[in-house]
């Protein structure tokens, strides 16, 4: 008798994990296709590790688009500059292969939990002379910072943690000349209007 409950244990564990890795993959394409923000991601994604049943499982990704159209097609690149002022980007966006950021005398806060990533891998040119530019990430995502930094500096501030399976790859290049670069971890959504 205890053997059957081992046994059933035992496949009710590979039952989850394998729906977890299904689950999984399905997030993954549906953030690097932007069919979810890069918060949504982060939040769905968490919960597929935490989850103890297969219900559970199908809970964290109930209700992402069977196969998201996308609607405009993938833009090849966008600029942001802020000179002598400041601008933010935050709200829903769409975050193509690559965004080029200026900040020349001025700040940028650019809020990627908000973004709908069009590739599996996007890259930030930022580019800070005497500015700075914040880039907030929710926990997970994956940043890869490098770059150059004259008289200036680039840091990545987040918590260290584990990055989440399957995640987009965002890469940010830093050049700065008596500015920053700072990587900071997102806000959760119900705080996000605090940025």
């Known amino acids: 008798m205890n053997d059957v409950g081992a046994g059933s244990t035992s496949d009710r564990t590979q039952t989850v994990e394998s729906e977890r890795e299904a689950a999984g993959r399905e997030l993954a394409h549906a953030a690097r296709t932007g069919g979810v923000t890069l918060g949504e991601y ?68 650019l809020d990627l939990s908000a973004a709908e990533t069009q590739a599996p891998a996007s890259t930030i040119t930022v580019i800070a002379i005497l500015g700075g530019t914040d880039i907030f990430a929710p926990p997970g995502v994956s940043v890869e910072l490098s770059g150059l930094s004259v008289l200036g500096g680039k840091a990545d501030r987040r918590a260290s943690g584990v990055q989440l399976p399957g995640s987009p790859v965002i890469r940010v290049r830093a050049f700065t000349f008596l500015g920053g670069v700072a990587i900071k971890e997102a806000a959760s959504a119900e705080n996000s209007t605090s940025l």
């Open 42 to 109: 982060a939040e769905r994604a968490t919960a597929i590790q935490q989850a103890m049943t297969v219900d559970e499982v199908h809970t964290a990704v109930r209700g992402l688009p069977e196969e998201f159209a996308g609607g405009a097609p993938a833009r090849l690149g966008r600029w942001i500059v802020a000179v002598f002022g400041g601008t933010r980007q935050e709200g829903r966006w769409r975050l193509g292969k690559r965004l080029w950021v200026v900040a020349a005398f001025g700040g940028v806060k």
